[in-house]
T-cell receptor, first 116, second 113 residues
Framework: EAGVAQSPRYKIIEKRQSVAFWCNPISGHATLYWYQQILGQGPKLLIQFQNNGVVDDSQLPKDRFSAERLKGVDSTLKIQPAKLEDSAVYLC??????????????FGPGTRLLVL | QKEVEQNSGPLSVPEGAIASLNCTYSDRGSQSFFWYRQYSGKSPELIMSIYSNGDKEDGRFTAQLNKASQYVSLLIRDSQPSDSATYLCAVKMTNFGNEKLTFGTGTRLTIIP
């Protein structure tokens, strides 16, 4: 079974530029998550989709971050414009069903973003 | 108060000894608890999940949960150098009716040969 795929793996941009990350979850997984992991910290949930609907985006900085999962499969996370503090690893994860209490999340390899 | 607290370490343990990692959480209603291992530069990898009070064993790993004390721990027996990594404690918390996985900052474990 193929895992969660993400691209690109690395990205270096200058502040105020825009950047987009792509994620393809495990086949058949209904729920997709985007996390931000700053160096030395645990992952922080940015947004959770179930199929093509947003379940939780309470910690997404909506003035600069956006995400979509139009067909309920793959997803794109965008930052525009980027700030220095956005330098982090962006992790995509997926789970089989509704993301309930007993569900396990599986993580992709992540995209390392450096904003200069 | 942080929602999920871990000692950031580093925790150094001799090879072959038992490594003990601890985690406390703030939401008394939490039902699901996870331990992820994260090697440097890699993504988190699930190693244990636990839902009921008591111990759960899987090979060299034992997860312990005490909901009354809001405490979860991970024991690694016969520690190996390959166990050197950051261990993330994660707790599913209800947020406006949605189950959200909240991570601690992780404990960096080093196994000394």
């Amino acid at each position: 079974e193929a895992g969660v795929a993400q691209s690109p793996r690395y990205k270096i941009i200058e502040k105020r530029q825009s950047v987009a990350f792509w994620c393809n979850p495990i086949s058949g997984h209904a729920t997709l998550y985007w996390y931000q992991q700053i160096l030395g910290q645990g992952p922080k949930l940015l947004i959770q989709f179930q199929n093509n609907g947003v379940v939780d985006d309470s910690q997404l900085p909506k003035d600069r971050f956006s995400a979509e999962r139009l067909k309920g499969v793959d997803s794109t996370l965008k930052i525009q414009p980027a700030k220095l503090e956005d330098s982090a690893v962006y992790l995509c994860a997926s789970s089989l069903d509704s993301g309930g209490a007993l569900e396990t999340q599986y993580f992709g390899p992540g995209t390392r973003l450096l904003v200069l | 108060q942080k929602e999920v607290e871990q000692n950031s370490g580093p925790l150094s343990v001799p090879e072959g000894a038992i490594a003990s990692l601890n985690c406390t959480y703030s939401d008394r209603g939490s039902q699901s608890f996870f331990w992820y291992r994260q090697y440097s530069g890699k993504s988190p990898e699930l190693i244990m999940s636990i839902y009921s009070n008591g111990d759960k064993e899987d090979g060299r790993f034992t997860a312990q949960l005490n909901k009354a004390s809001q405490y979860v721990s991970l024991l690694i027996r016969d520690s190996q150098p390959s166990d050197s990594a950051t261990y993330l404690c994660a707790v599913k918390m209800t947020n406006f009716g949605n189950e959200k996985l909240t991570f601690g900052t992780g404990t960096r474990l080093t196994i000394i040969p």
